[in-house]
């Protein structure tokens, strides 16, 4: 099987976890975090940088910081994985949502000012598949509105937006860390925040809300979300890579755009000129009209040796948000089009270049 994402992890990384384990600084202190969280702050252009296990509790600490009341609204895309909306239903919000565009699966900037409300706190901007999203209008419409934006930033490592790096475009901004990001800590996640009043809040809910003058004393309900300082070593190393990883996760999708362009039938990636896409996994979209559903197309590239993932499912078709009464007989055509017909192909930081001359080839196969 050609796996759809391996982790490469490279003998500095080894080193620097070693280095870590002998320190015996294996928990959340130590060295390695506090160079973590600087440095990819830094890289995103942020100030702070609060590391956290995964990429699912960044969020959760993220829309901590709204402070929601019960019923406030936070405006998202609906073709996304479901950490974001999970994360605003947990701290007693409604996520609103609005649909894809299609040409580059990012939220639909022109459906999102008809849904702000006197409800509305914020916009929760999902980068999806390595491509970042319209961010100007968005921001536009928040400064109007005095709405908080967060970038979810887990699928974009790197990518940029009219030259400035995702994760460092907005108020707030969250990564995962996980085995198939371009940047992993294993499991792993990061808040990027503006201001020192929102970092120290969001270090005071990772940590149990321990208190510093009397550490047992509690004003507030926090979580445990640390990251160990060996997770931390491991990713340290990884930024100073992030030029050649980003040039590696590009040249692998200009060598499938080159194999795929001319088969008919297809959507591949877009990348708008006011982007850099970083091509977090490749993606295609199969046209109704070739008669191939995305899991057809999956299950005979399984046939053939060749692993795929589905796209994302709408968060309005998802069963667990119906049985709350959300998003009742609300239908997006594009989020509910992409579902059925996109699919990602391997392109982890590991596959060789014949391998994806192997799977443009079985593509092509399938869609004969
Ligand atoms: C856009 C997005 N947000 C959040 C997450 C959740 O990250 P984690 O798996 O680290 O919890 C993912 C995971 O892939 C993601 O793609």
């Known amino acids: 099987m050609i796996p759809v994402a391996e982790p490469h992890i490279t003998a500095q990384d ?9 320190s015996g600084w294996i928990s959340s202190a130590g060295k390695f975090l506090d160079l973590f969280e600087e440095r990819w702050a830094s890289y995103c252009g942020m100030p702070h940088g609060i590391a956290v296990s995964n990429g699912s509790v960044a969020l959760d600490l993220a ?3 709204l402070d929601l009341a019960p019923g406030d609204e936070v405006i998202m895309p609906t073709f996304t994985i479901i950490s974001p909306a999970q994360s605003v239903v947990r701290a007693g919000g409604i996520p609103v949502l609005v649909d894809s565009n299609p040409r580059t699966w990012q939220m639909d900037v022109d459906q999102i000012e008809a849904k702000i409300t006197s409800r509305t706190k914020a916009i929760l901007v999902v980068h999806i598949y390595g491509h970042p999203a319209d961010m100007d209008p968005i921001l536009e419409i928040a400064h109007r509105h005095g709405l908080i934006v967060i970038e979810d930033a887990a699928e974009v490592h790197g990518a940029e937006y009219k030259g400035s790096r995702c994760g460092g ?13 371009l940047v992993t800590t294993g499991e792993g996640g990061m808040a990027l925040v503006r201001t020192p009043q929102l970092a120290e809040r969001a270090r005071s809910l990772r940590n149990l809300c321990f208190q510093k003058k009397q550490r047992f004393l509690h004003d507030e309900l926090g979580n445990n979300f640390r990251l160990t300082n060996l997770q931390a070593a491991m990713g340290v190393g990884q930024i100073e890579r992030m030029e050649a990883i980003v040039a590696r996760k590009r040249a692998i999708a200009a060598a499938y755009t080159d194999l795929l362009q001319d088969v008919s039938g297809i959507q591949l990636p877009a990348e708008e000129p006011w982007a850099k896409n970083v091509y977090w996994v490749y993606g295609m979209v199969l046209d109704d009209s070739c008669g191939l559903s995305a899991a057809m197309l999956a299950d005979r590239l ?30 997006y055509p594009v989020a509910e089009r992409l579902a059925r017909q996109g699919l990602y192909i391997p392109s982890g930081l590991t596959i060789a270049d014949q391998q994806i001359v192997a799977v443009a080839n079985a593509v092509k196969e399938c869609l004969q």
Do not use: C, W
């Not at 080894?14 to 002998?22: G, Q, R, S």
């Open 14 to 22: 080894i080193e620097l976890v070693n280095e870590a384990l002998k």
């Open 63 to 65: 829309v901590a910081l």
């Open 169 to 181: 475009l907005a108020d707030i901004s969250t990564f995962s860390f996980y085995a198939n990001k």
């Open 302 to 331: 399984r046939e053939r040796g060749i692993e795929t993932r589905p796209f994302f499912l709408g968060m309005h078709q998802q069963p667990v948000f119906q049985r709350m009464g959300l998003f009742r007989d609300e239908n």
